[in-house]
């Protein structure tokens, strides 16, 4: 493959050089004076109806790729949490990803906790035992994002209190001031 290279090189090295004819310079400026005239050609357009049609397709293609890929049909479901009392207008979207037993939960309008408070979230079964599930306090703006790394399984609610820090409590010390039902 190199020998073709060094072959096409010298090629271009063994071509004499001419001299265009000097009337072409003047042809060349003349015709970049006019005005050029375009053509437009119109596109194409496929008809809407077959363009949503393919949109669905790839959605379904995707949708079974991704059962077949985790293994079956559990898939991530999401619910809220709804503040009240002190914590009235937060709010929280929960994200369980249940094939990884993992939830993740985005905190919004919290507002500062008092000095040497933190928030701490819980798991509450059916029965009422509550499990601790992290800690937190929210950025400036009132929002933080936890991980729980752990499965929603067997739990019914999700809680947030209000408790000392920096480390919580290992049972609620307050009734809950967040909550929601657990999907």
Known sequence: MADQYDELGM???SVRPVAPPPELRDRILAASSEPQKFVLVPRRRLPVSLVAAAVVLIAVAAFF?????RGGPAGPSTF???GHGTLAGASAKVTDLTSDKV???EFNGLPAPAAGKVYELWLIT???????AGV???DSNGHVVVVVDRSLEGYSVMAVTIEDGPSGTSAPTQQPEMTGSIA
Request: charged residues 0%; proline residues 12%.
């Open 80 to 82: 809220a949490l709804t």
């Open 103 to 105: 939830a993740v939960v």
């Open 136 to 138: 937190f306090t929210p």
């Open 126 to 132: 059916p029965g009422g035992q509550a499990a601790p």
């Open 11 to 13: 090629l271009a090295l």
């Open 65 to 69: 790729l991704g059962q077949s890929l």
